[in-house]
């Protein structure tokens, strides 16, 4: 069975937004081993949504629509849906009840527009949306499935996982696809395959598959079985396998992020960081505290933009300013041990560096960033050649600093590197 | 004449990657006045993009493709469109050298399979590629536009500027199309539009566009005339009007940010800034530090997640903690004032509040935040009630703090507010 996704918005074809639905439904129907051949984009217009959705119903046995399910005189998902297929539009009485209880709820009273949002269309399952006022639907036809899902990303992606993934799931009830991801950090993307080549070259079940991202990459491994316990049994030994080679560089599994492992560590370990950033500017700050819980190990630090910042809040001497400048080794080390007087703070991390595009020069240019790790009365100092524009820089140096650390609070750290 | 913008490439429909390429060409497209009624997405499958191109052919003007024009087997673009066109594949020996001096310059040679993107389909002309091996092309046919662009969008990019959007302008050479967009911040979207409703609703040309995004808003006023001269004199009488009820509210035009008109207003007026952070961990400082140049204002700041590095870092006394807690007016004004102390800035603001999910109470719910501006010896501190799930309150916390910075540092402050 092939999938086709089918957004409706004239927001989408004025460039007004990302289609990022797309990107979240195609992944997930990845993950479920649905393949999506076509993906397309059409405007709240009735004559164009009936030929999109024609040519869509040709050639693909799952149409996944997203958009257009709300109040306004815009929104025809629902009604050109029925009329393509020959069904009707039903008034439910219990939507309706749901949907004057919302508004009721945040101390409104429901505007008579959205009572369209509680027509069902005859024949279709509802799919409850406790974040809106569009409800979804699921239109089972003879060798056909349509679902119809509200546009904004907040209230579509916890409907697809709580409601259309179960229904995929049980179109195939003998079929269960699972997979794992361990997730690598200090090692390219060609440097991790070379280490595994003949195990990934092996496997036709599960499959295995890299990924790379800024900074750091993944490896995705997937079976397919007729039960999730036969699927775990075929990928744990490959996973075990990949461990092998590979447990130095595997910070996490599944939907672990750097700055959450890092912080679980940290406070598992009963230890307290913070963070001195010079062209960074916060955004090590930002990561760490990304996540709920952060205050439990994150106690915050200094943005030092400044030299005089440098000096008056992290005590880096004058000298090694004359002598080695803001970008060196020895500030960032001073920047670590100085927030570390200051603070307190178990670990402490540093960065500076020259983010660009200018202040370069032909000794220090653009991209070079030392960043820096205190614990336990040592210091581990890292030089960085980075790539790529001030942002990416930026971004790049974070989570090199992110890595070092979790190197230096897991004892991984290489003697080299 | 209308365009439809058809993205090729595997890795989209596996949700590997968000095609922001169908985003930018449409914003593009619709500065230009040129209509997009559909856009898709496909394989690197030829039967499939023969499908996909014979649709968009059929009902759309001018055809833009993004991808498939890589070196490898998987990439098909050029061959399809000139199969699909009944035109021949040419060698040109021009391109062939470009290639190989591009490789030559990364002091690289030219591996074979590369010699497909010297390959020119008859009768299109090519678009240069400075940034990558994939050249773009423009098939001008009786009635029908056809372009050819790379995938990646640091190639895409530059290439629609630089060289789609003049042959796009050449097709209607006595059209133009000029946009003045104004910046506004400080009041909602549709009180901004009922003050403006009147001059919104006179005007065919210009057009005039209200967008909002987070944290602010925004007006487009469009012009399409015979000269740019003529478009500027049909928008300037309309910006005049809009500004004499909107010029509290507009803080810059066309592609100014807040941080960066809050950054070019300090370094005009000599004054340097320092940031006090609490909820947002480090975001103010990065949003202030993103543009280049931010050195000439910003030095840094503090990071003060706990409330011991607020006592220590900012000097919040102990009393003011205990009550009225860290999330307070009093706190988030010593934190203003302690940065003040410690660092010397002339303008220092601070902020401070709960993000959630967690930590909040019947009496501070999440969402709470204060911030504080510190400016001259006077503190001018805010309450704010912050919707949406973390990450959104502490982006809105950040942008919030740069408007009472902005207002404050150019005099604009409401009383009331």
Redesign the interface.
């Given at each position: 069975m092939n999938a086709e996704i089918l957004a409706v918005g004239t927001e989408?074809?004025?460039?007004?937004?990302?289609?990022?639905n797309?990107?979240?439904?195609?992944?997930?129907?990845?993950l479920l081993g649905i393949?999506?051949?076509?993906?397309?984009?059409?405007?709240d217009?009735r004559k164009?949504m009936e030929?999109?959705i024609s040519?869509a119903s040709n050639?693909s046995d799952i149409l996944i629509l997203t958009g257009g399910l709300g109040p306004t005189d815009d929104d025809l998902t629902r009604e050109v849906i029925a009329q393509f297929f020959n069904k009707q539009l039903i008034l439910e009485p219990d939507l309706l009840k749901q949907l004057e209880s919302f508004f009721a709820g945040r101390g409104r009273q429901m505007p008579p527009n959205n009572r369209k949002q509680a027509m069902r269309i005859e024949g279709a399952q509802i799919l409850a949306n406790p974040r809106g006022t569009a409800p979804g639907q699921y239109l089972a036809l003879p060798s056909k499935h349509v679902f119809l899902l509200p546009g904004p990303p907040?209230e579509m992606r916890p409907m697809f996982v709580e409601s259309v993934i179960p229904i995929l799931r049980s179109l195939f009830p003998n079929q269960t696809i699972q997979s794992r991801i361990l997730r690598i950090v200090g090692i390219g993307e060609s440097a991790m395959e070379e280490k595994v080549r003949d195990i990934l070259d092996a496997q036709t079940n599960p499959t295995i598959a890299p990924?790379a991202s800024e900074g750091e990459c993944s490896l995705r491994i997937t079976a397919k079985a007729d039960t999730d316990a036969r699927a775990w049994e075929l990928i744990t030994p490959v996973e075990q396998q990949l461990m092998e080679r590979l447990s130095r560089y595997v910070y996490g599994r599944d939907t672990d992020t750097l700055p959450r492992v890092v912080g679980r560590e940290l406070t598992q370990k009963g230890l307290t960081l913070?963070?001195a950033?010079?062209?960074?500017?916060?955004?090590?700050?930002?990561y760490?505290?990304?996540a709920?819980?952060?205050?439990s190990f994150?106690?915050?630090?200094?943005?030092?933009?400044?030299n005089?910042?440098k000096q008056?809040?992290l005590n880096v001497s004058s000298q090694t300013l004359k002598a080695y400048g803001a970008v060196s080794e020895q500030c960032a080390t001073e920047m670590a041990i100085g927030l570390h007087n200051?603070?307190n703070a178990d670990v402490c991390v540093s960065i500076t560096g020259i983010a660009?595009?200018?202040g370069g020069t032909a000794e220090k240019p653009v991209g070079l960033v030392y960043i820096c790790v205190y614990f336990n009365g040592q210091t581990y100092a890292r030089e960085l050649h980075l790539r790529g524009d001030?942002?990416q820089i930026?971004i790049r140096a974070a989570k090199q600093a992110l890595q070092l650390l979790w190197r230096v609070i897991t004892g991984t750290l290489e003697t080299q590197s």
């Open positions: 989408l074809l004025l460039g007004q937004i990302v289609n990022t797309a990107q979240f439904i195609a992944s997930e129907l990845a393949g999506v051949l076509f993906q397309g984009v059409v405007g217009n164009r030929e999109a040519i050639r907040s990924y913070a963070v950033e010079s062209c960074t500017g916060g955004l090590l700050g930002e760490l505290t990304d709920p819980g952060s205050s994150f106690i915050g630090g200094c943005i030092t933009y400044s005089e910042m008056q809040l200051r603070t660009g595009p200018d001030r942002n930026r």
